[in-house]
C-alpha cells in the first residue's frame, strides 16, 4: 500500500538547536518525494523536492531508499520555522500522498 | 511561480444552502486541479481529482452529488458544496498542477454552516 507516515504529531525544539521532521514511505515503484510547509495563516506552499537536491530556508532532505525514509533537517533552528511540515509522496495521477503532518515549535 | 487563487477565503451559510468555492490558476494553465478537505488538526484529505473537460474522479467515500466538481476551463475548477449541513463545515483546499509538475495551493477556503 502507497502510505507516508510522519511518526510526530508535535516536534519542539529550542532555537538554534537541530531539528529533523521524520517522514517514512512505503511505495512500489520509483517515489516522488516532497516537503511541504504551512505558515500560520498562510497557504501551503512547496518546500522542498527530493530531486531537486537542493536546501532552502536551510533545510535538507535525502531520499533514503534502503530505510524508505525523506527525513528534514536543520542545523540551527530559527523562530521563523515554526510551522506545520508535510511529507508527501507523488503517485499515479500526480496525486500527491499525504503524511499527517508535524507541527514544529521553535522556542526561544 | 505559479500561483493558484481560491475564492472565497472565508464563508458563512445556512444550513440547507449551497456555496460554491473557485479555485483559478492566474499563470498557468492546469489540466489537473485537485480538492482536498482538512480537519481540525488533521492532514489533507484528498475528496477529487478534477480534470479539465472531464468528469470528476472521487474519493471513496466522497459524495460526488453532495459535493459538485466543474473544470470548465483550463484555469477554473469550481466546488460546490450541496445543500450544506454544520458536519460539512471544514476548510477546503484546492491545488492545480503546475510547471515541473508541482502541486501549488490555494489559500483556502473555511466553510462554517450555521
Known amino acids: 500500500a502507497q502510505r507516508v507516515t510522519q511518526p510526530e504529531k508535535l516536534l519542539s525544539v529550542f532555537k538554534g538547536a537541530p531539528v529533523e521532521l521524520k517522514c517514512n514511505y512505503s511505495?512500489?515503484?520509483?517515489?516522488?518525494l516532497f516537503w511541504y510547509v504551512q505558515y500560520s495563516r498562510q497557504r501551503l506552499q512547496l518546500l522542498l523536492r527530493?530531486?531537486?537536491?537542493?536546501s532552502i530556508k536551510g533545510f535538507t532532505a535525502d531520499l533514503n531508499k534502503g530505510e524508505t525514509s525523506f527525513h528534514l533537517k536543520k542545523p540551527f533552528a530559527q523562530e521563523e520555522d515554526s510551522a506545520m511540515y508535510y511529507c508527501?509522496?507523488?503517485?499515479?495521477?500526480?496525486?500527491?500522498?499525504w503524511g499527517a503532518g508535524t507541527k514544529l515549535i521553535i522556542k526561544p | 511561480g505559479a500561483v493558484v487563487s481560491q475564492h472565497p477565503s472565508r464563508v458563512i451559510c445556512k444550513s440547507g444552502t449551497s456555496v460554491k468555492i473557485e479555485c483559478r490558476s492566474l499563470?498557468?494553465?492546469?489540466?489537473?486541479m485537485f480538492w482536498y478537505r482538512q480537519f481540525p488538526k488533521q492532514s489533507l484529505m484528498l475528496m477529487a481529482t478534477s480534470n479539465e473537460g472531464s468528469k470528476a474522479t472521487y474519493e471513496q467515500g466522497v459524495e460526488k452529488d453532495k459535493f459538485l466538481i466543474n473544470h470548465a476551463s483550463l484555469t477554473l475548477s469550481t466546488l460546490t458544496v450541496t445543500s450544506a449541513h454544520p458536519e460539512d463545515s471544514s476548510f477546503y483546499i484546492c491545488?492545480?498542477?503546475?510547471?515541473?509538475?508541482?502541486?501549488?495551493f490555494g489559500q483556502g477556503t473555511r466553510l462554517t454552516v450555521v
Open positions: 499563470d498557468f494553465q492546469a489540466t489537473t
Open positions: 511505495y512500489s515503484g520509483s517515489p516522488e
Open positions: 508527501a509522496l507523488s503517485g499515479s495521477n500526480y496525486q500527491l500522498i
Open positions: 527530493h530531486i531537486s537536491r537542493e
Open positions: 491545488s492545480a498542477r503546475g510547471p515541473q509538475n508541482w502541486a501549488f
